[in-house]
C-alpha cells in the first residue's frame, strides 16, 4: 500500500523560504514519476514540479527559478526546496507519484486519474 506523507509546511513572510519533503512507503521513488501539487481555495488544484525517473524536471511558469524539486532515493523522499516565495504561493502542498508517468511527460503538469496523492501541508506567504 503506498503512503505519501507531507512535512515542512508552515507560515513565512515573502521572501523567505520553505523546504517541503514527503516520505514515501510501498513504492520506490527511483521507480517513478514524482511531484507536487498545490491548491487554494476556490482554485482548481494545479501541477507545481515534477521528476521522473531519469532526473529530468518539470515545472510551472509560475514557480521557475524559485523552486527546485529534488529526490533521495536512498531515503525514498521527495523534496520541493521554495525560496523567495510570494503571497500567491499560499496553498495546500501535496506529493504525488503517478505510475502511468502522463504527469512527467505529458506537457502541462496536469492531473490523472491514475495519480496518488499524500495528505498535504500548508503553506501560507504574508506580505
Known amino acids: 500500500q503506498m503512503q505519501l506523507t507531507e512535512f515542512g509546511g508552515g507560515s513565512v513572510q515573502a521572501g523567505e523560504s520553505l523546504r517541503l519533503s514527503c516520505v514515501v512507503s510501498?513504492?520506490?521513488?527511483?521507480?517513478?514519476?514524482m511531484g507536487w501539487f498545490r491548491q487554494s481555495p476556490g482554485k482548481e488544484r494545479e501541477g507545481v514540479a515534477a521528476i521522473d525517473i531519469d532526473e529530468s524536471r518539470t515545472y510551472a511558469d509560475s514557480v521557475k527559478g524559485r523552486f527546485t524539486i529534488s529526490k533521495d532515493n536512498a531515503k525514498n523522499t521527495l523534496f520541493l526546496q521554495m525560496n523567495s516565495l510570494k503571497p500567491e504561493d499560499t496553498a495546500m502542498y501535496y506529493c504525488?507519484?503517478?505510475?502511468?508517468?502522463?504527469?512527467?511527460?505529458?506537457?502541462?503538469?496536469?492531473?490523472?486519474?491514475?495519480?496518488?496523492w499524500g495528505q498535504g501541508t500548508q503553506v501560507t506567504v504574508s506580505s
Open positions: 510501498g513504492i520506490t521513488v527511483k521507480n517513478y514519476c
Open positions: 504525488a507519484a503517478d505510475p502511468s508517468f502522463a504527469f512527467c511527460v505529458v506537457s502541462g503538469l496536469g492531473i490523472n486519474d491514475h495519480i496518488d
